[in-house]
């Protein structure tokens, strides 16, 4: 039996880098978690931006949500001592904010070759670890690609390339829609449980724990010992 | 938090009757018991007989279900043997079979009273411990019903009223169809969980831990760290 974790996210979003490693702290300690598959699913933050259009952080989220820059700068800072604490490398100036369309592009096709993990990782890195923009520029989300195992070529190709998956990330939005999902990171363990935000570690082992043991108990389909409108049944072997 | 766990019955049932108790027993090991609220569900398994009918339970299921009666002593033993392993007193002989309708009714009765749990232990005594036909007869009943602790002229008042409660048992009855239910004892955990039959301790045991680690999962409405369209939420306390 395998159990697959969906994990809504975008590159753009700190809670997402931070409680993907939450996430895998609790994956680390589980007992179980050969039998976990994670895949990573395409969430936009802001669907509307061009795909080559990007800003400096500070100046994006101060003008679209009304605060100061110095506001932006302190929930910053109180991210990078969020992901400090993790052990989590956290640049808090430097990142720029865009659409990261194409990068959920890229992240399809890393996933049909089995590097989707890697690139993700190579993505978070590349944007909050790095003091250097990574949005809207091609040729810096290649080297990442590539630094994630990805062939360059392939790459470049996808990303030429507009339709490239382009249904896929609609998909994978469309399903983030129907489930209801307003913010990122957002988890469905097991197709069933719902878990929305960088949560505590315990939260995604008890999580993980639950959908392991919901999968393994008898339902109605294995019914044992019962009367019906046909009469009784008697196993021929007993427990 | 209370966990409400609904078991379709019917006293007419031998693994109900055995189910109850390992349910009972999964219940008393569990340390969140006083949480749990069982309401006991009606379901007859054999709705077309008249409620002043009954046969002599070898003869009905052997004629019912073309099995010899040999093969039905078989089976009896077979339960005797698994209801002493529980400590649970078993006459394989003496019962009879008959409409359950009007014990049903009585049992809504008695939930209104506070006295379900009694009278279905009462009732189970009456069909399995003694060695006497319980069905078709109100008098009998009315005795069973009134050593559970209830009044012997409400009790009798109910039975002489076959609207009383009725519609109770039916709904119960039709929430099983909705359910898919086609055999008893069958167990719903929490609005949620179900299992069928009279499954090992072990599995109640779990569908009740299951149940109540689910209700404290906190779900997608208690979003924590999470970045929507309108920016990234920077609760004001840090866990």
Not at 36 to 45: A, C, G, I, K, N
Request: aromatic share 10%.
């Amino acid at each position: 039996m395998t159990v697959t974790v969906d994990i809504w996210t975008d590159v753009n979003c700190p809670f997402c880098y931070l409680g993907k490693r939450r996430f895998e702290q609790a994956l680390d300690s589980f007992d179980r978690s050969d039998a976990v598959t994670v895949v990573h699913r395409s969430f936009e933050l802001d669907p509307t931006i061009p795909t080559d259009a990007s800003a400096p952080i500070e100046a994006h989220i101060a003008q679209k949500y009304g605060i100061s820059v110095a506001q932006v700068e302190a929930n910053e800072r109180g991210l990078a001592a969020q992901a400090a604490e993790m052990g989590l490398p956290y640049q808090t100036g430097g990142r720029d904010f865009g659409s990261s369309f194409d990068m959920h592009r890229v992240l399809h096709f890393a996933l049909a070759q089995g590097r989707q993990e890697a690139l993700l990782d190579s993505l978070y890195a590349g944007n909050f670890a790095d003091d250097a923009p990574l949005f809207g520029d091609h040729e810096r989300l290649t080297a990442v690609a590539v630094r994630a195992g990805l062939d360059e070529a392939q790459v470049r190709s996808v990303l030429a390339d507009p339709d490239a998956y382009a249904d896929a990330v609609r998909r994978d939005e469309q399903e983030a829609a129907a489930l209801g999902v307003t913010g990122v990171p957002f988890f469905v363990f097991g197709g069933r449980y719902a878990v929305s935000g960088a949560q505590p570690v315990e939260i995604f082992a008890r999580a993980l724990q639950l959908t392991f043991d919901e999968q393994e108990l008898p339902l109605e389909s294995d019914t044992a010992d019962a009367c019906g409108p046909d009469g009784c049944e008697f196993p021929p072997t007993r427990r």
